[in-house]
């Protein structure tokens, strides 16, 4: 469950501020799949954070009940000078996961071979991606939070995600942010479209994805 | 129940974060504890030079060397707390991507990393002190640890006020750390504040290290009670700057987590 009561977020820009939500007030449908919908500097990624509460409202609460994901995305929470596997174990330690499956099961499922024992710098955005989400389906999550990360890898891998995720969908829903709107398509069962201030649901996504189509050529 | 719930997991952070830390210290070379046991080995070594080229005996019981250690375990405490508090945050900036990472956890880890470092350190040369023939005797472990109580406030609250200050002048840094090296000078490390005239002890008298280290060795020393270090005075500035330190914390924390 999770609801914005009241919620304000902008930005301090070089010139003036970047509004990203205002006045906000939203219950997210609950075990929806839910695809989101922006413009880029919109704030897709912002808006993924404070639902993960990686980051606060400038005003206003946010109530969630259950377990989300962190944001996952090309950046992460990985600390760049540790190890994956340093990461790995502090993950598992703050959501209390066992350490062990965790670890077989990431580096089965990464393919990130031996590189798992060496800091996050060292990476391709690609190998942090695919580390990133294979440690989340490892730690089971209610609601995993999604940005940009579902083009990751080869086809192999991309499938191997698709099969992970159908087999979650059983007990878990995703909130994703992408530009493909084929993704979308193919992963959410409501669309939310940010307008700019304001949050909007639609139930049909193909609707929404007109929309928002409308939206961005209008915009240029 | 939900409060429960919330102190679990912040302990469950907080160990996780103290691990890492201590990984990131020790872990990875091997140098790690020894450099913790060579910087207050360094300080007793030219100190007892400086003393025996002048001649002069140890100002309190009969080692010079434990006088020192004495004198430099409680200054260790305050200068490593307030450095590594200081930058605890921008080191580890991506782990506030976490949601229940907070600020406050990577400053309460990295003291309690260095409290446990220095006490093991303290430990490990009160033995080899023993080892050596040289008698230990703790007037009361109870008043060695209440002004350690005070510098862990002390230096977690210059720190925090430091992390708070910096990303807005990147200068102060250097600002900072030339107004704080003298006061290695005057807090009494390797002087006991009755050697010091009343004029002169007049003039340091602000700085509550030497208070809180005349306290520390009055703790150590049975037969050392000096009246000159004030212990209201030492809370005082303590509990104040702690406080002031956390409520910079609580303002600026919100501002941390932006990427």
Redesign the interface.
């Known amino acids: 469950m999770i609801e914005f009561r009241n919620v304000n977020k902008a930005y301090d820009m070089a010139n003036g501020q970047n509004i990203v939500l205002k006045n906000v007030n939203f219950k997210f449908p609950e075990r929806k799949n839910i695809g989101v919908l922006g413009v880029n500097g919109a704030g897709k990624s912002t808006l993924l954070r404070l639902i993960a509460g990686s980051e606060y409202p400038d005003s206003g609460r946010i109530i969630r009940k259950g377990r989300y994901s962190w944001p996952l995305g090309f950046t992460g929470s990985f600390h760049p000078s540790l190890t994956g596997i340093e990461n790995l174990r502090f993950a598992c330690r703050i959501y209390n996961a066992d350490i062990k499956y965790v670890t077989e099961y990431v580096k089965d499922f990464s393919e990130i071979g031996d590189y798992i024992y060496e800091p996050i710098k060292t990476y391709s955005s690609g190998m942090r991606s695919r580390l990133a989400f294979a440690l989340s389906m490892a730690i089971d999550f209610e609601v995993y939070l999604v940005d940009e990360i579902m083009g990751v890898g080869d086809q192999g891998f991309q499938k191997k995600c698709k099969d992970a995720f159908a087999a979650k969908r059983e007990n878990s829903s995703i909130i994703m942010v992408s530009h493909s709107m084929a993704t979308i398509k193919e992963y959410s069962d409501v669309a939310i479209l940010l307008t700019g201030d304001n949050l909007e649901i639609h139930d049909d996504v193909e609707q929404a994805i007109e929309l928002y189509s409308a939206f961005t050529t209008a915009s240029t | 129940m939900e409060f429960l719930n919330a102190l679990n ?1 912040q302990g ?2 907080i ?2 974060l103290t ?2 830390e201590t ?2 210290r020790y872990g990875n070379s091997k140098l790690g504890f020894f450099w913790a046991l060579f910087e207050p080995f360094a300080h007793v070594v030219v100190f007892i030079g400086i003393f025996s080229a002048l001649d002069r005996a140890t100002p309190l019981g009969d080692s010079m060397g434990l006088f020192i250690l004495t004198g430099i375990i409680p200054w260790l405490l305050y200068s490593n707390i307030v450095s590594n508090v200081t930058t605890g945050l921008s080191s ?1 900036k ?8 907070m600020p406050i956890d990577i400053t309460i880890s990295r003291v309690a990393l260095e409290f446990s470092t220095l006490f093991l350190v303290m430990l490990f040369f009160l033995a080899i002190a023993h080892y050596m023939g040289i008698r230990i005797r703790i007037d009361s472990f109870l008043e060695m640890m209440k002004p350690t109580g005070l510098i862990i406030l002390l230096g977690t609250g210059i720190g925090l006020i430091n992390a708070a200050i910096i990303p807005h002048y990147p200068s102060y840094t250097s600002i900072f750390n030339a107004f704080s090296r003298p006061l290695y000078f005057i807090s009494g490390i390797f002087f006991t504040a009755n050697f010091l005239s009343p004029e002169v002890f007049e003039f340091v008298d602000f700085n509550p290290l030497i208070h809180l280290i005349e306290w520390f060795r009055s703790g150590y020393y049975p037969s050392f009670e000096s009246d000159l270090y004030d212990p209201e005075y030492a809370v005082f500035i303590c509990v104040g700057i702690f406080t002031l330190g956390l409520l910079v914390e609580r303002l600026s924390s ?1 501002k941390a ?3």
Do not use: D
């Open positions: 997991v469950r952070v160990s996780a691990l890492r990984r990131a580890n991506a782990l506030l991507g976490y949601p229940q990472v919100k987590r932006q990427v």
